[in-house]
């Protein structure tokens, strides 16, 4: 489950469309290594400038756009190899360009990989990546109960 939580000042990401082109964008990252797309999750968070403070400094309504994006990677974790996160963070920007970078606003992101055994979607445990039970999934572009999803032996959820 990659969740993106993207932070803006009033007057960013003020369309429906440009929200949906975004969240496309995003969706499409993660649907052209194998997953799910229901697994992507998009949150805009519209704050008030008078709200935010870079360098102990309010943030003022003249100065460029200051778009924060916090990013929860749960389904995949990477090796923990500088070439695979290299290769990821360039997969980010190249998603940012159109939506943030081109636009000049100022930009920071971070990513978090959470702990796979910490993850359910109605009460079932995601199946491994690439399984046939995720292919499933992916087919069917939501969860769907198969052997293994209720380990504790039976259904807490559905």
Same mark, same amino acid.
């Given at each position: 489950? =990659?969740?993106?939580?993207?932070?803006?000042?009033?007057?960013?990401? *003020?369309?429906?469309?440009?929200?949906?082109? &975004?969240?496309?964008?995003?969706?499409?990252?993660?649907?052209?290594?194998?997953?799910?797309?229901?697994? /992507?999750?998009?949150? &805009?968070?519209? %704050?008030? =400038?008078?709200?935010?403070?870079?360098?102990?400094?309010?943030?003022?309504? *003249?100065?460029?756009?200051?778009?924060?994006?916090?990013?929860?990677?749960?389904?995949?974790?990477?090796?923990?190899?500088?070439?695979?996160?290299?290769?990821?963070?360039?997969?980010?920007?190249? /998603?940012?360009?159109?939506? /943030?970078?081109?636009?000049?606003?100022?930009?920071?992101?971070?990513?978090?990989?959470?702990?796979?055994?910490?993850?359910?979607?109605?009460?079932?445990?995601?199946?491994?990546?690439?399984?046939? #039970?995720?292919?499933?999934?992916?087919?069917?572009?939501?969860?769907? /109960?198969?052997?293994? #999803?209720? =380990?504790?032996?039976?259904?807490? #959820? %559905?």
């Amino acid at each position: 489950m =990659p969740l993106w939580q993207i932070y803006h000042p009033p007057g960013t990401f *003020t369309t429906s469309t440009e929200k949906e082109a &975004f969240s496309k964008a995003i969706t499409e990252n993660y649907t052209s290594v194998g997953l799910p797309a229901f697994y /992507v999750i998009v949150q &805009f968070h519209e %704050l008030d =400038p008078k709200n935010v403070f870079v360098g102990g400094e309010q943030r003022s309504k *003249t100065a460029k756009p200051f778009v924060r994006i916090v990013i929860a990677h749960i389904a995949i974790r990477l090796p923990d190899a500088d070439e695979s996160y290299a290769r990821v963070t360039a997969n980010i920007d190249r /998603v940012l360009k159109p939506h /943030v970078l081109d636009k000049g606003y100022d930009v920071e992101y971070h990513v978090d990989e959470t702990e796979r055994r910490m993850w359910k979607i109605n009460g079932m445990i995601p199946p491994p990546w690439k399984s046939e #039970a995720e292919q499933l999934w992916v087919r069917e572009n939501r969860p769907v /109960v198969y052997k293994g #999803a209720f =380990p504790e032996g039976g259904r807490t #959820a %559905l």
